[in-house]
């Protein structure tokens, strides 16, 4: 729906005819089936606890938010901390970042880069997860977040744009902006198990997963339905 709104706004700032539109609901099951045999580097992670952030590391996926929250924890003195797992390709602007991750002594110790993850291995990653995160600055949809929810896993996401009509009331939004926020409020869900636990069992009560057929299902519906007769 914030798409549908965004790109309306848009038309008419431009002076273009608005077309009649239809918000479609992604899928959000991972097509692979599980599998027993995982990569090394995923097989060492699964003995481990580990906040995952799925999406290619790119400026507007936000990763530098979470970095500096990580960083004002060990600041804080807070050392006991789960390793923060990013999954994804490096995207552009992103090698001042990649840099100070490689090189910061705060935050070397906690993090986990994985590229060229399988389905398989991501099946497993969500699943174990201590818990999920999305800072993104914008989304057209939120696909990282669904899939959290349809594991079963809580996400801590950022409050724009269309995230909250994927998350509902299941999980908890912030600024994205606001890096000590994010540093108390995952400080608290670290520190806050039966939290989680209480969360996952609502997710798990009340999500209910779009496959992917029911997305197409849907997209196919509304093109005949559209369509003009011949």
Known sequence: ECTRKDLIALLDELGAPIPETAVVKLGCQLSHELSDTVSPDVETLLKERFVLFVSTIERRKNHETVYRAYTRMVDQGRTELPQLVFVGMPGWGVNDLLADLRLDPRIVPYIRILNHVTDADLVHLYRNAYFTVYPSLYEGWGLPVAESLAYGKFCLAANSASIPE???????????????????????????????????????????????????ASILGASITRAPAA
């Open 166 to 216: 994927v998350g509902g009331d299941l999980i908890e939004y912030l600024d994205p902006w606001n890096v000590p926020l994010w540093a108390e409020r995952l400080r608290w869900y670290i520190e806050h198990p039966a939290a989680l636990a209480d969360a996952e069992q609502r997710i798990r009560t009340h999500y209910q997963p779009a496959s992917w057929s029911a997305c197409a």
